[in-house]
């Protein structure tokens, strides 16, 4: 960053980051805004070229490819966008958003665009026979899944979401998780879930990665994740979001919108380390490595909280009762949220 009388700061975007995606598995990608979560999942898709490392597909070095391997290699791996507006042309039909991805690669001909999109709206949920209309004509919740069908276009088995559901209505978020889903079980597709609401990561997600300052802080399954959380910072993200660790301590980290590089090198030691209660000395001097410490659960901290530990770290509205019951028990749902839970699938409020 420079600027008259500034002195020049370089930040990295993303370092170090390790991330393997199974064949069919969701790996959800959390951490706030600024955190390296989008140019993390551009990096993979060769939208951005990164300075240094590997992106490995099916044992193939994506940064390698060139030209016609290139976008060969394009056809197995696709996106969703976060805003379904602009990711779009307005002046494009329906039908013809969904048939782009054929066009570009010379792939059949009018006829059988034509047929293979309407099968495609249909699977994601639109009538075919709204296939000419154009994008003003549909809602945002619409419109994502008319993307997502021109993900699908190309039958492929990795599809990088960044954040495809933060920008709709709650009422139509689920309807869109079910549906990536449904996909899911149905194609076998892996995802790339990228985004900041770790409800909808812990509903969809397999495994799960915590991002902050470019850097992965931690990494685990979903149950890992959100039953024994050991990093300050996904405690942190824990106790500050609506999840079943709703907390308000005077030890919570600062918030997530304050800027969490002010006023410290990132260069040296834990980027954490200004925001975290467990900070001592050496996470100045000496940043942590990302280190398994059982169970498949790597986690960079010199001081990661042990299962107890991430229990009684918070308390819910200052009383006794201790998140450490979800840890052990499971958390108790009843009704209508009992029922999404079993199923697997989101229940969407009723709109009118």
Same mark, same amino acid.
Request: with cysteine.
């Given at each position: 960053?420079?600027?008259?009388?500034?002195?020049?700061? %370089?930040?990295?975007?993303?370092?170090?980051?390790?991330?393997?995606?199974?064949?069919?598995?969701?790996?959800?990608?959390?951490?706030?805004?600024?955190?390296?979560?989008?140019?993390?999942?551009?990096?993979?898709?060769?939208?951005?070229?990164?300075?240094?490392?590997?992106?490995?597909?099916?044992?193939?070095?994506?940064?390698?490819?060139?030209?016609?391997?290139?976008?060969?290699?394009?056809?197995?791996?696709?996106?969703?966008?976060?805003?379904?507006?602009?990711?779009?042309?307005?002046?494009?039909?329906?039908?013809?958003?969904?048939?782009?991805?054929?066009?570009?690669?010379?792939?059949?001909?009018?006829?059988?665009?034509?047929?293979?999109?309407?099968?495609?709206?249909?699977?994601?949920?639109?009538?075919?026979?709204?296939?000419?209309?154009?994008?003003?004509?549909?809602?945002?919740?619409?419109?994502?899944?008319?993307?997502?069908?021109?993900?699908?276009?190309?039958?492929?088995?990795?599809?990088?979401?960044?954040?495809?559901?933060?920008?709709?209505?709650?009422?139509?978020?689920?309807?869109?998780?079910?549906?990536?889903?449904?996909?899911?079980?149905?194609?076998?597709?892996?995802?790339?879930?990228?985004?900041?609401?770790?409800?909808?990561?812990?509903?969809?997600?397999?495994?799960?990665?915590?991002?902050?300052?470019?850097?992965?802080?931690?990494?685990?399954?979903?149950?890992?994740?959100?039953?024994?959380?050991?990093?300050?910072? %996904?405690?942190?993200?824990?106790?500050? %979001?609506?999840?079943?660790?709703?907390?308000?301590?005077?030890?919570?980290?600062?918030?997530?919108?304050?800027?969490?590089?002010?006023?410290?090198?990132?260069?040296?030691?834990?980027?954490?380390?200004?925001?975290?209660?467990?900070?001592?000395?050496?996470?100045?001097?000496?940043?942590?490595?990302?280190?398994?410490?059982?169970?498949?659960?790597?986690?960079?901290?010199?001081?990661?909280?042990?299962?107890?530990?991430?229990?009684?770290?918070?308390?819910?509205?200052?009383?006794?009762?201790?998140?450490?019951?979800?840890?052990?028990?499971?958390?108790?749902?009843?009704?209508?949220?009992?029922?999404?839970?079993?199923?697997?699938?989101?229940?969407?409020?009723?709109?009118?």
């Amino acid at each position: 960053m420079t600027g008259r009388g500034a002195a020049r700061r %370089t930040v990295q975007a993303v370092a170090d980051v390790d991330i393997a995606i199974g064949e069919g598995e969701t790996h959800g990608l959390v951490g706030e805004s600024g955190s390296g979560k989008s140019t993390t999942g551009r990096i993979l898709l060769r939208l951005i070229e990164p300075d240094a490392g590997t992106v490995t597909f099916r044992g193939e070095d994506l940064l390698a490819l060139q030209g016609v391997e290139l976008r060969q290699m394009r056809r197995h791996v696709q996106l969703v966008y976060q805003d379904p507006f602009s990711s779009v042309d307005p002046r494009y039909r329906a039908r013809d958003i969904v048939a782009e991805p054929w066009t570009i690669h010379g792939l059949y001909d009018r006829v059988e665009r034509r047929r293979r999109a309407d099968e495609l709206l249909a699977r994601v949920g639109i009538d075919p026979s709204q296939g000419d209309r154009r994008p003003a004509s549909f809602s945002g919740g619409q419109l994502q899944r008319i993307g997502i069908a021109r993900a699908l276009a190309l039958e492929p088995s990795l599809i990088v979401c960044d954040e495809p559901v933060s920008a709709l209505d709650v009422s139509v978020q689920g309807q869109i998780l079910n549906l990536l889903m449904d996909l899911k079980r149905d194609l076998g597709i892996a995802y790339l879930f990228i985004a900041h609401d770790l409800a909808v990561v812990r509903h969809i997600s397999d495994r799960v990665s915590v991002m902050y300052a470019g850097r992965i802080v931690e990494t685990g399954t979903r149950d890992q994740l959100f039953r024994a959380a050991s990093h300050p910072y %996904t405690l942190a993200l824990l106790a500050a %979001t609506g999840t079943d660790r709703r907390a308000s301590t005077p030890e919570t980290p600062a918030s997530a919108t304050d800027d969490p590089l002010a006023g410290i090198d990132s260069s040296i030691g834990c980027a954490f380390r200004a925001r975290c209660p467990q900070a001592q000395a050496v996470c100045a001097v000496e940043r942590p490595e990302l280190i398994d410490r059982g169970g498949d659960h790597p986690v960079a901290c010199h001081f990661p909280a042990t299962v107890a530990t991430s229990a009684s770290y918070a308390r819910v509205d200052g009383d006794d009762s201790q998140v450490g019951e979800e840890v052990d028990e499971g958390h108790e749902q009843t009704g209508d949220d009992a029922d999404a839970h079993d199923e697997g699938r989101v229940q969407s409020p009723q709109s009118t």
